[in-house]
């Protein structure tokens, strides 16, 4: 199983970061760790959402897609 998730950070509700993994609880406590250089500014980090795929191509698929201008709009709008 393969989960895209968006986390908000609690120090600056206005930044999210998304990303991709096979466990999100391990994940998200390397965010809060900081051993994830992308986030470690803005930690500490919550689960905004998360989207569960069987199949890791379709995963990447939806990851890139948030990551774009439309899917970050929908994201916005939606998650």
Not at 5 to 24: F, P
Not at 32 to 59: C, D, L, M, Q
Not at 67 to 79: D, I, N, Q, V, Y
């Amino acid at each position: 199983m393969k989960y895209v998730y968006i986390l908000q950070s609690e120090m600056d509700s206005a930044r999210y970061y998304t990303g991709i993994t096979d466990n999100m609880e391990r994940r998200l406590t390397k965010h809060n760790a900081g051993e994830v250089k992308h986030t470690s500014e803005y930690k500490p980090w919550r689960i905004k959402t998360y989207v569960a795929f069987t199949y890791e191509k379709r995963a990447s698929e939806f990851e890139k897609y948030l990551k774009s201008g439309s899917g970050r709009a929908f994201a916005t709008k939606h998650l």
